[in-house]
């Protein structure tokens, strides 16, 4: 590809000296220290963006992935450059990767703009980094094919299937209960990661890489090949032939980014009863891409699409029993009827004649549905409106107790996540399996939209056998979680949404079928509480402070208003 000079390979994207020639002697002297002729810089530049990072464990197979993209690249007779990028490791950064998704989004965009790069293959995996990577490849422009590590096969414990992070929540809320103690949980710590790779179920991580594929953004059979398997290897380095063909013939991100790309990901997102946050990530690429995606997309495809996936944290399966059933290209094979077939892919053909060729779910496997016989409902993700989210909110009904569905009780309100960890256990609060848990203050600009969402159950109630509440909040929740928890009300508190209104006592209405959240109190009344309202504070500087200036809301994907065209 070339670049806006017209120029490409080692020549495109020029350092500015002044006179061009210079630039390029001085480009060919540097690139000659390291080995490289005029042969090699003849070929077209395959970058490979490269999110490893120590800190980051889900990707200590990176490594291996990139050396066999940089095989197919080399292969196909183009030449490899692997840049580093920022990594976002979900487990280990503070106070969420969410905070710094657009931070990794731009500097992936920069550096692929400003070097030379016919095209670039983004390796990424855990949560983060795959939308962080599309939303630079949609905003760069450059051809673009996403390859994710792969997630981690399942371990156990005294005879039972772990995996994280579903099994991770659920057996500490059993160590919270009393069932299981201090030893024993130390056991399951050490059993629920055991091996490289991201989490195997179908939260954040999986989901980023099943939707990534049904966009076409990722060749067929990319999303779920374990970490660190021959299947894995195998598809880096197609992905590196590919991506040297697409260096030559280009494609670029955003006429593979169409409206069809967004429904047949949503409509994968619904069949795998995803995460929450693909809803986040997915409207923040559609927009990079030029397209409006609002939360009514969502919920209309949603509404039509069943769930055909049995995988936690919906179902009972982990992303292996999903990659032996054939993957992703089966699932979508089973969709057939509610796609658009027309959809173009980075691979080439379109998604309908991907799939004229693809084999159906294979027979002696129950992970995938059908329409005929689907494994859950439809509506598996549900965008809920009221007068507690003017803006929007979202539910994980797939996720969320029958019971809760339809709800009033009395709120506990938590100002912050620390206010919810400091006090939720405390017994003078008197909180009944009725009420509603509201956290506030935890979203986009409160505090990076963590994914404290999923408050846990106070203990005294968790110990009595409570195992689910109705929780409201403009905070995220992790794609391994599961609850009846409304997540990502907009406009969030901290700027005076009317979350910031509500007090404890106050009645909230929860009602899925009808799409409502609503605050039970007086207008007059929550105009006399807005009066007293007191602006927050901004983060005093660095990004925190650039990013809560600048950060959208939830509904309009968190992007920064600055990078949206
Ligand atoms: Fe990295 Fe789950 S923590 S994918």
């Not at 980051?56 to 580093?84: D, K, N, Q």
């Not at 009972?316 to 992703?328: I, P, S, T």
């Amino acid at each position: 590809m070339s670049d806006e000079s017209g120029r490409r390979g080692i020549d495109s994207n020029l350092t500015s000296y002044g006179d061009e020639g210079f630039s390029r002697y001085m480009r060919r002297a540097f690139l000659a220290s390291a080995g490289f002729d005029a042969t090699d810089l003849d070929r077209p530049i395959v970058g490979i963006a490269d999110t490893s990072s120590e800190y980051t464990t889900c990707h200590r197979g990176m490594p291996e992935l990139v050396e066999s993209i940089r095989r197919g690249i080399l292969e196909a007779g183009g030449l490899p450059f692997v840049f580093p990028t920022g990594s976002l490791p979900e487990i280990l950064m503070s106070p969420t990767t969410m905070l710094y998704r657009n931070l990794l989004a731009m500097q992936t965009e920069e550096l692929i703009r400003s070097q030379p790069m016919d095209a670039v293959v983004l390796a990424g995996g855990c949560d983060k980094t795959v939308p962080a990577q599309l939303m630079a490849a949609a905003s760069a422009n450059v051809p673009a094919i996403s390859v994710v590590v792969g997630p981690m096969r399942t371990g156990s414990w005294r005879g039972e299937r772990l995996g994280a992070c579903t099994d991770c929540r659920r057996f500490w809320a059993r160590h919270r209960a009393g069932e299981i103690d201090a030893a024993e949980i130390t056991e399951v710590e050490q059993s629920l990661c055991p091996t490289s790779g991201t989490c195997m179920v179908m939260g954040t991580a999986s989901t980023l890489a099943c939707v990534t594929e049904a966009l076409g953004l990722m060749l067929p059979g990319g999303a779920t090949a374990p970490c660190g398997s021959g299947d894995r290897l195998r598809h880096g380095v197609a992905a590196g032939r590919r991506a040297v063909d697409l260096a030559r013939s280009p494609v670029r991100p955003r006429e593979i980014l169409c409206r069809e790309a967004f429904h047949n990901a949503i409509v994968v997102l619904s069949a795998v009863g995803g995460s929450t946050n693909a809803i986040v990530h997915l409207t923040a690429i559609a927009r990079r891409a030029g397209l409006a995606l609002g939360l009514d997309d969502f919920h209309e495809i949603s509404a039509r699409v069943p769930r055909l996936t049995d995988l936690k944290p919906a179902g009972n399966g982990y992303l292996e029993d999903l990659h032996r059933a054939g993957g992703v290209p089966a699932l979508l094979k089973a969709l057939e009827p509610l796609l658009e077939r027309g959809a173009p892919s980075v691979s080439g053909p379109t998604l309908g004649e991907i799939l004229a060729v693809t084999a159906p779910p294979r027979d002696w496997q129950t992970v995938i549905g059908s329409l005929e016989n689907p494994l859950g409902p439809s509506g598996a993700l549900a965008t809920l409106r009221g007068s507690l989210a003017p803006d929007g909110a979202v539910i994980k009904a797939a996720a969320a107790s029958k019971s809760l569905l339809l709800h009033r009780g009395p709120a506990a309100v938590f100002d912050s996540p620390e206010d919810a960890a400091a006090r939720i256990d405390d017994p003078a609060l008197r909180i009944t399996p009725r009420h509603v848990l509201v956290l506030r203050n935890a979203g986009p600009v409160g505090a990076g939209m963590p994914e404290a969402g999923s408050l846990p159950i106070p203990r005294y109630l968790a110990e009595a056998g409570v195992k689910d509440m109705v929780r409201v909040s403009d905070a995220r929740m992790s794609g391994t979680a599961y609850g009846t928890v409304v997540l990502h009300c907009a406009p969030e508190a901290a700027i005076g949404g009317p979350l910031a209104l509500v007090r404890d006592g106050d009645e909230i209405s929860l009602d899925v079928d009808a799409r409502r959240i609503d605050l039970c109190v007086e207008a007059t009344e929550l105009e006399r509480r807005r009066a007293g309202l007191a602006p927050r504070p901004l983060p005093e500087r660095g990004w925190p402070r650039l990013y809560a200036q600048h950060v959208l809301q939830a509904h309009e994907g968190a992007d920064l208003d600055f990078l949206v065209p």
